[in-house]
């Protein structure tokens, strides 16, 4: 397999993507993520958080609050 194939996410999703990440605007990203995650300082002013840390958060938001579809 040649490098040129391979796809390779970022461990760290920095401040400015991360609401896309989670499908979410920036506003609701601050008021309901942004607190209950580690933030990763990347140079002088960047902050990132981990991307398996964002991850989890939407499998604690699917468990809590997701449900079956009535067409199922």
Do not use: C, H
Not at 8 to 25: E, F, K, T
Not at 48 to 60: I, K, T
């Amino acid at each position: 397999m040649s490098s040129d194939n391979v796809v390779l996410l970022p461990r760290l999703i920095r401040l400015r993507d991360a609401p896309a990440y989670l499908g979410m605007d920036r506003n609701r990203f601050k008021s309901e993520v942004r607190d209950k995650l580690t933030v990763i300082p990347i140079g002088k002013q960047g902050v990132a958080f981990d991307r398996f840390e964002l991850d989890q958060w939407v499998e604690d938001y699917i468990e809590r609050y997701g449900r079956r579809s009535k067409s199922e």
